[in-house]
């Protein structure tokens, strides 16, 4: 049976893991928005309604907050990435067209990840410590060696056409990169809002039909798997705030 003192222990615990988790959030919010160099300790306590010494109890330092907060995100998109490399009840072609909706819609919706790590790149290309490694070894290492052995299964099952995987790679994610990294450009070029949610309904339907005429050996079945992926996958709620920023990009 528990002790008084043993209840208060477990009880301390928990107030002291919510703490955290508040900081973290608070924290998670500051830095993606202001990057890391325009992050205030103070303005993160106060959003996360402690006290500023809590902050440094709880990560001694701006960097190991900052460093706490990369690595909670990363094991948030990491998990997300790997519950679909992981289905086991479907095919690798099935897995990649699930894959290419997830990364386009993770762009979409999960704009904290995505501004951290736009920052980081600055942060790495004008020579400056960063938080890349983190990211690097938490998400991009583990989802890349997921994606290739998925690949080279749909190959070798003769699922998917026989090509680099790397290229497939490539041609299934990088344009829904491009399409969001140029979102002035293609204000100027279309002749409509290239990010109205009807717009981005349908260049999301559009990604996975494409993939399923594409890299599959016969089209009739990934035409299907792109049908019954995109039934089963409607499109995500954004949030007020993702919604204002795309209307502004």
Not at 39 to 48: G, L, N, W
Not at 95 to 111: E, V
Not at 201 to 224: P, Y
């Amino acid at each position: 049976m528990e002790t008084d003192t043993q209840l208060g222990t477990i009880g301390s615990s928990d107030r002291s893991a919510e703490t955290r988790a508040k900081i973290l959030d608070s924290a998670l919010r500051e830095f993606s928005t202001l990057g890391f160099a325009g992050a205030r300790m103070d303005q993160i306590a106060s959003t996360a309604g402690v006290n500023k010494a809590l902050l440094y109890y709880h990560f001694d330092s701006k960097e190991n907050l900052y460093a706490a907060a990369v690595e909670m995100i990363s094991a948030k998109i990491r998990d997300r990435s790997m519950a679909v490399f992981l289905r086991k009840d479907a095919s690798p072609g099935e897995r990649l067209l699930r894959s290419a909706l997830d990364h386009f819609d993770r762009i979409l919706t999960q704009g904290e990840f995505q501004n951290l790590m736009q920052q980081e790149m600055m942060r790495m290309h004008q020579g400056q410590p960063g938080a890349m490694g983190i990211l690097v070894k938490r998400v991009f290492s583990p989802i890349q060696a997921m994606y290739e052995s998925m690949v080279r299964e749909g190959i070798s099952s003769g699922e998917l056409i026989n090509v680099d995987w790397l290229q497939l790679h490539l041609a299934a994610l990088g344009a829904n990169v491009f399409y969001f990294l140029v979102a002035p450009v293609w204000r100027m070029l279309l002749p409509f809002e290239p990010f109205a949610p009807e717009v981005l309904a349908e260049r999301r339907r559009s990604v996975v039909e494409f993939l399923g005429q594409a890299v599959f050996t016969d089209r009739a079945h990934g035409a299907e798997l792109a049908a019954k992926v995109l039934a089963g996958s409607p499109m995500p709620e954004m949030s007020a705030e993702r919604k204002v920023f795309w209307e502004k990009r």
